[in-house]
């Protein structure tokens, strides 16, 4: 994938993960039930939220560096 493509994938996760994190859609999937005696959405909200930790580490691992800050770093190096 070029750098441009992941970066624009980098955003799209970003907002999935604003707009699937606010209070409406977590109530849309609202249940009385528990899982292993935690609410469903105290369940959902801790597991999306790794997901969204996962992801950007990937990110971060897989977008190169900028060239301008590349360059920027070996002009300081003796």
Known sequence: ????????????FTLF???ALLPPLVRLSRFDSRFGGVPVEIVYVFAFWAI???GARWFSRV???DETA???????EP
């Open 1 to 12: 994938m070029t750098r441009r493509k992941i970066i624009a994938a980098a955003l799209f």
């Open 17 to 19: 993960g604003v707009v």
């Open 63 to 65: 977008l190169p560096d």
């Open 52 to 54: 969204l930790i996962i």
């Open 70 to 76: 590349l360059r920027h770093r070996q002009d300081r």
